[in-house]
């Protein structure tokens, strides 16, 4: 008993109220958002769309989810994290209702592209919000709970989406606004407003060549260069975690190994992810960041790296569980040093730069991947591997000065009074 109390403190014990109620709005949200996992399939099946146009449609929605991550990262700082996350949730709810309903596949398109830019605003003010109202000492074990909830969320989705695919399409539009709404309630009801604004009188911004002041912004996540480094490594650590849904299936059917092979092995890394990244905590707590992450980088360059020589299932599933274990472990890290590295006025506006490396990496994996695959063959995966191995020796060699611009910004911190924290009734 003392044992599990000794765990359940490591892994999510000091954690305020808020968090765990935007832990439950992300779950919920997650859980729930599985419509547009079936996009493709409802237009060419229920709404007559070619292959092409489906993709086409489909790309609309990848589309405005970055331009989504933008918006939901400006208007978070500047509205607020509590508006933004209910905006978002309450036009999807509306959104996924017309697309239920909707029949013309040009209606179709632009409510794709919508939903793509609401579906993404959320993540920056959910994460801004907990770096809001989470001690910095424990940020660590909210992160690896926050992309847990993600995880099962996500594992949930799936399961659901498949069986309200084949029962009707419209009740699979209906249902994930219905998920959407009650995000919504949970977040509306539960979760103050946790953005404290600077005091009026704090001179925020920096002198230009003209000699006017420039306020900060969106630049200044996209001109600040310790930053942008550890933005670049999260890019390589996308695009490599992103092998397994774009090219590693094309390699497993060259092999021979057909889509229920292809299942098994995502659904391995899933079921690690949802039974062991609550034990993550405990393993890393006590290192540094920079170490964790250039370990993590390394186990996926070998895990993909290692498909090089696949040719049978058992192969894959061990190279699987290798790369998992990466994913893992990089979690948590990753978005601590994004919370660390951002200004207190800033911390929306960096986490939507931060998430932009997904949908980047969204393009770059299948689109270069699959030439390199189809003219390199297994040597592909060596490059992978490769890829990986440098970027974690970039870790390592970026870790100390990182850590010395995090102090620096502690201490600006530290020196500049803020005017007490927006209260917005939760009740």
Known sequence: MRALRHWWNDTAGGLPATF????????????????????????????????????????????GGAVGVLLGGVLADRWGRRSTLLAAHLVTAALMVAL??????LLIAALSALVGVVHSMPSPAFVAAIVDVVPAHRRSRAFNLQFWAFNLGMAVASLLAGVLAEASFTALFLVDAGATLTAAVVIGWKVPETLRRAAPTVDLGTPTESGRTRRPGLHTALTDRTFLVFVGLTFVLAVLT??????????????????????????????????????????????????????????????????????????????????????????????????????????????????????????????????????????????????????????????PPRERHVAALRRAARREPTAPADRVSAG
């Open 242 to 399: 992103l092998q397994t849904s774009t090219i590693m299936p094309l390699a497993m059917r060259s092999d021979g190994l057909g889509p229920s092979a292809y299942g098994v092995v995502v659904a391995l890394g899933g079921a690690l992810i949802v039974i062991g990244q609550l034990f993550v905590p405990r393993l890393i707590d006590r290192h540094r960041k920079d170490v964790v992450l250039a370990v993590s980088t390394a186990l996926l360059a070998l895990g993909f790296g290692a498909l090089a020589v696949a040719d049978e299932l058992v192969v894959y599933l061990g190279a699987a569980v290798v790369w998992t274990v990466g994913s893992m472990l990089a979690a948590p890290p990753n978005a601590q040093i994004n919370a660390d590295l951002a200004p207190p006025q800033l911390r929306a506006r960096y986490q939507s730069v931060f998430y932009l490396t997904f949908p980047a990496a969204a393009f770059v994996a299948p689109t270069l991947g699959g030439v390199s695959l189809q003219y390199l063959g297994d040597r592909h995966w060596l490059i992978v591997g490769g890829l990986g191995l440098l970027a974690a020796l970039g870790h390592l060699l970026a870790g």
């Open 20 to 63: 765990w109620y935007l832990w439950a709005g992300l779950l919920i949200n997650r859980a729930g958002a599985f419509a547009m996992l079936f996009l493709s399939l409802y237009l060419t099946d229920a709404r007559g769309a070619s292959e092409a146009l489906a993709g086409t449609v489909v790309g609309a929605y990848g589309a």
């Open 100 to 105: 239920a309903f909707s029949r013309p596949l």
